[in-house]
């Protein structure tokens, strides 16, 4: 079974700026064969605040004839409780009527692949319960299919023991849970987005995949991080084991975030300290 990951399209009727990829990452995506798309959340500028930003991106998506399931991203339905733009019942529940179920499972070819919504690790409220208990019976219920898992944010980015990463990563309580839940079933790939960097590697049993955006990389706005900064997505082959390949797709634009930042995201720009 071949599923094509995609993820942080950043699309909007408003801020236009990174629309323009989608025409030749669609044309791709048609062209490969591929039995399933999976986009791994952000795939608006400000769904979190905007139905027209959802709307707009949900068409885009439809018109992509191969089957597709969708996590959101922070830029779709907010972060966490200290951010301006928190996950709340008002944004799930705009989500959720505009595009479709936060979380979801997909039985196909032996395997279970397991959709989370990663926004909602590290608020320790209802959902954030209801979302673990969700997954414990999915995993539970896999009837000795692999499972593949897919998510906005990474469960780390330097190290698997790291502390707090703030915005990057899943927050350490909610790791070690799922780390738990991970090391007791067969969970053979964690696929995310979020970071803008590319990249793959291990933790213990289980492949990690850092899909690359469909929009923007950042340059000197962040640290670096592992991996490379690339424009593309990720092909994912699955059969008794799973093979990802992470490729840079032809005809669409490396925007760079640190040029237009203020024009799309003006929020995110830190403000200057005294005397800088």
């Known amino acids: 079974m ?3 990951q995609i993820t942080d399209t950043h699309f909007s009727p408003n801020k236009p700026h990174f629309n323009g990829n989608w025409a030749p990452l669609l044309s791709w995506i048609e062209e490969t064969g591929a039995d399933l798309i999976i986009h ?7 769904g979190a605040d905007k139905d027209e930003d959802i709307t707009f991106s949900m068409d885009l998506m439809r018109q992509v004839s191969i089957p597709m399931l969708i996590v959101p991203g922070n830029h779709d339905v907010g972060h966490f409780r200290e951010t301006n733009q928190p996950v709340n019942a008002e944004r ?13 499972l997909e039985d196909a070819a032996g395997w279970r692949f397991i959709g989370l919504n990663s926004l909602l690790l590290g608020h320790e409220d ?6 673990f208990e969700w997954l414990a019976k999915a995993f ?3 009837a000795g299919r692999r499972v593949a898992l897919f998510a906005h944010k990474p469960l780390f980015v330097d190290a698997p023991d790291e502390g707090d990463t703030g915005y990057w ?5 909610q790791r070690r849970r799922l780390y738990d839940l991970i090391s007791a079933h067969d969970v053979a790939l964690f696929a995310s987005g979020h970071l803008h960097w590319a990249w793959q590697g291990r933790f213990d049993n289980t492949q990690l995949t850092w899909g690359p955006s469909a929009a923007f990389i950042i340059d000197k706005m962040e640290r670096e991080m592992p991996g490379e900064r690339l424009i593309g997505a990720v092909v994912h082959e699955f059969d008794k084991s799973v093979e990802s390949e992470i490729v840079a797709v032809p005809g669409m634009t490396a925007h760079v975030l640190d040029d237009v930042v203020l024009e799309v995201y003006p929020q995110a720009v830190k403000p200057r300290e005294a005397g800088e």
């Open 2 to 4: 071949k599923i094509i």
């Open 40 to 46: 791994t959340g952000d795939l608006t500028v400000d």
């Open 92 to 104: 799930l529940a705009r989500w959720r009527s505009l595009a479709g179920d936060d979380r979801w």
């Open 126 to 131: 209802d959902e954030e319960e209801a979302q």
């Open 140 to 142: 539970e219920d896999r």
């Open 169 to 173: 990563s899943v927050r350490p309580a």
